[in-house]
């Protein structure tokens, strides 16, 4: 909150920056974006981005969104982020679509998915989509989607951080016979993305364990990645706490549509420790967060999510509290490159990776580094960014 408690609104100009128009571009030194502005009477004036909201003399001007649904107040991630800011400008769009490739999603003996999520804008394929839950009895797939897409302002549940932007669900994870491979997957999702003229950046909150730092493990796939540089990759590093990010997200070091995502904390860890907002996750003994060369950025883990839960009675539909791993930290940063693309669907993928890098806070050493990537995601920042590009700034 900015505090001008002493100075009435009446006696001030606004010049709010939106999606079209509106505000003044600056460049603060990593990339000219968009800043919202107050002009006062002596001629002065502030710009500013990431506020919640401006306390007058005479009141309060809100700069953000809050959705109505209950659960939006425990999503500190969202916070962190600055979604909150970024759904000013944008809460997705039909010109963007996102692809999830993962297990599926929890289907209950009626034959529906998690009730918290859009059903309208989810493209399956046959039953493919159906979590068999052959590995476990909770459906990773559902958690992941929920994340990017659950159902936002409707009164119930979590907020999706895209409320809009159609999504495609491929399960490629658990075994099945009719899982699909990822280089058949991803193109399924491209086809289907090129027919309706969107925009397409895939989820992948998956990974070989110990393949640390490993490139050309599926060359089918990778064939995929380097035949659709517009197509937009964000993959989890890896949980295995080591120097060295898991495959398939090493192939950042290779393409520049490749984003690998490591995980971080908030203000505090699983245990309910105190930890610095940003530090990568590591638990001695547990899992921690690969690192290395390729990382891309950080996104926050251990959040709320969408669940089901597979038992002797059925599936049932419920919300993780402390959805984990590099798999959380991923659909955060992919919703957030799909509101980034959705202010601006003229951009290139490799353009919203580069805007999402530039815009990051920095974490660690100055600058780029191998633990912390460019920094925490800025949903915010690179949204107004975005806006800048589009306006002809540079």
């Not at 580069?354 to 660690?364: H, K, N, P, V």
């Amino acid at each position: 909150m900015i505090d001008l408690s002493s100075i009435r609104s009446t006696t001030v100009e606004f010049n709010l920056a939106n999606i079209d128009e509106g505000g003044v571009i600056f460049n603060p030194g990593n990339g000219a974006r968009v800043f919202d502005a107050i002009n006062f009477s002596n001629g002065s004036q502030i710009l500013f981005e990431g506020i919640d909201s401006v306390q007058f003399a005479d009141g309060v001007l809100s700069l953000s969104v809050t959705p109505n649904d209950p659960g939006f107040n425990q999503q500190w991630n969202l916070q962190m982020m600055g979604v909150q800011n970024a759904w000013r400008f944008t809460t997705g769009s039909k010109s963007v679509a996102v692809g999830i490739q993962d297990t599926g999603l929890g289907v209950d003996s009626s034959g529906y998915i998690h009730p918290d999520l859009r059903t309208n804008d989810t493209y399956i394929y046959g039953t493919n989509y159906i979590d068999d839950f052959e590995t476990s009895t909770t459906s990773h797939g559902t958690d992941v989607q929920g994340i990017i897409a659950a159902a936002s302002n409707n009164g119930i549940g979590m907020s999706g951080i895209n409320w809009i932007s159609d999504v495609f669900n491929v399960d490629v994870l658990g075994g099945d016979s009719q899982d699909f491979d990822l280089a058949p997957a991803t193109q399924l999702m491209i086809d289907g993305a090129t027919r309706q003229g969107e925009r397409l950046v895939i989820n992948m909150s998956l990974g070989v364990p110990g393949s640390g730092g490993q490139t050309g493990l599926e060359p089918a796939f990778e064939r995929v990645v380097a035949n659709n540089p517009d197509v937009l990759f964000v993959i989890a590093s890896g949980n295995d706490n080591v120097n060295g990010i898991s495959y398939p997200a090493s192939l950042s070091q290779k393409y520049k549509n490749v984003m690998a995502i490591g995980a971080s904390w908030g203000t505090e860890d699983r245990n309910g420790i105190p930890t610095a907002p940003g530090t990568r996750i590591s638990y001695p003994g547990g899992w921690g967060s690969d690192y290395g060369t390729g990382l891309t950025l950080m996104g926050p883990s251990e959040v709320i999510a969408t669940s089901a839960i597979a038992s002797a009675y059925g599936v049932t539909f419920d919300y993780d509290l402390q959805f984990n791993g590099t798999s959380a930290a991923a659909p955060n940063v992919t919703g957030v490159a799909s509101l980034v693309w959705s202010a601006n669907p003229d951009l290139t993928a490799i353009q919203v990776q580069t805007i999402l890098s530039e815009t990051a806070y920095d974490l660690g050493a100055r600058g780029y580094d191998t633990v912390y990537g460019s920094g925490f995601v800025n949903a915010d920042a690179a949204v107004r960014r975005a806006i800048a590009i589009g306006s002809g700034a540079v």
